[in-house]
Structure formats: structure tokens, C-alpha cells
T-cell receptor, first 111, second 113 residues
């Protein structure tokens, strides 16, 4: 079993839709939870990070962490074609900067 | 503010050869981490460098080695290349202790034939 599980998709939605992306994990020691966006043939771009449980909002993006369920989510409101990319969740535990990534979910937003 | 840069962009090598990949960290960042991303997979941590020393290593064999220089730039060296080493190699920089804010470069795509 992988430490971090993420549905690879693809997820196809119309422009303006609310998108929900999710990851589950098995290591209860994880403290930081990150979401990255990766366009084809590019490096991952940090969207946001959250410490421990709770919500964090940044513009059209909202990250949620539920440590009791070992489940994290990223919501994208008013999705745009430019949001079409692969979204990677990543996590790290105490005393280490090593990031453990999910496999990524490919999102396609069509006009 | 200068972002993370990597060179070369693409590289084709033959099995058994050696390769060196280079990374310049984002301005002000003193820690560099290297990741390997196979096609359709998430990045996998290779190792991290801080103060010119290896500071954590993932599940990669010793033929993967690295260096960090006084200006915080870094190199990844891979000896005895294998076909499975074909991947996108990503460098990420951060401040020490702030691994939750790692910023990635564009990557070097290595193909081993």
C-alpha cells in the first residue's frame, strides 16, 4: 500500500464548475500537506500548504485537511481552461523536509 | 527574485554511462532537494543537501550522489545508468526547516537508451 493514494483521473469538467481533488494517506505522523499544480513537461508549482487539520483559502482554491480520516482535499471554484493540469498532493512529517507525493490527478476543464 | 533553474533541459545517455545534472536554487534559499519523476507518477525524493552536506536520503542506490556548493547550487550525479533511470529529474529549493515551501525547477528530462 502506498503512503499517499490519489486517483489519477482524468477528471473532465466544464468551465465554471467546482472541482474537488482528493488524497488519502496512511501515515498519521504527516503534519504538512501541500498541493502542487504541474503543467505538461513542466516542474510542479506550489499552490498552497496547510499545517495539521483545518481549511485554508487562497483565491479560487481551498485546501482542507481531516487528520482524523487521513483525507485531504483541494477545491477549485469557477474552474477555467487554464486550470487544466495535473494536481499533485504532497505531505511531510516532523523533522524532515522529504515530501511524499501522490501520483497526481489529471484535470481537464473544457470551455 | 530568481526562480529555480536546471540544466540541461533534455539529455540522452546510453546504459552504463554517467550523467551530471545541475540546479541553481531560488535566491535566498539554502536547501536543495532532488526528486525523480517517472512518467505518470508523482516525484520521488532522492536526497536533500544543506550546508554542502547530504541531509536525508530516499530509497535510491549509492550510484545516485550529489553535491552542494557554497552558493547553494547543486549537482546530481548518476553512475552506471540503467534504462529505469529514464525520468524527469526535479530540483527543489527551500529555506532550512521550511520543507513545506519547496519550489521546483522545470526539470531535466533524462532518457537512457
Amino acid at each position: 500500500q502506498k503512503e499517499v493514494e490519489q486517483d489519477p483521473g482524468p477528471l473532465s469538467v466544464p468551465e465554471g464548475a467546482i472541482v474537488s481533488l482528493n488524497c488519502t494517506y496512511s501515515n498519521s505522523a504527516f503534519q504538512y500537506f501541500m498541493w502542487y499544480r504541474q503543467y505538461s513537461r513542466k516542474g510542479p508549482e506550489l499552490l498552497m500548504y496547510t499545517y495539521s487539520s483545518g481549511n485554508k483559502e487562497d483565491g479560487r482554491f481551498t485546501a482542507q485537511v481531516d487528520k482524523s480520516s487521513k483525507y485531504i482535499s483541494l477545491f477549485i471554484r469557477d474552474s477555467q481552461p487554464s486550470d487544466s493540469a495535473t494536481y499533485l498532493c504532497a505531505m511531510s512529517g516532523p523533522g524532515t523536509d522529504k515530501l511524499i507525493f501522490g501520483t497526481g490527478t489529471r484535470l481537464q476543464v473544457f470551455p | 527574485e530568481t526562480g529555480v533553474t536546471q540544466s540541461p533541459t533534455h539529455l540522452i545517455k546510453t546504459r552504463g554511462q554517467q550523467v551530471t545534472l545541475r540546479c541553481s536554487s531560488q535566491s535566498g534559499h539554502n536547501t536543495v532537494s532532488w526528486y525523480q519523476q517517472a512518467l505518470g507518477q508523482g516525484p520521488q525524493f532522492i536526497f536533500q543537501y544543506y550546508r554542502e552536506e547530504e541531509n536525508g536520503r530516499g530509497n535510491f542506490p549509492p550510484r545516485f550522489s550529489g553535491l552542494q556548493f557554497p552558493n547553494y547550487s547543486s549537482e546530481l550525479n548518476v553512475n552506471a545508468l540503467e534504462l529505469d533511470d529514464s525520468a524527469l529529474y526535479l530540483c527543489a529549493s527551500s529555506l532550512a526547516g521550511a520543507g513545506y515551501e519547496q519550489y521546483f525547477g522545470p526539470g531535466t528530462r533524462l532518457t537512457v537508451t
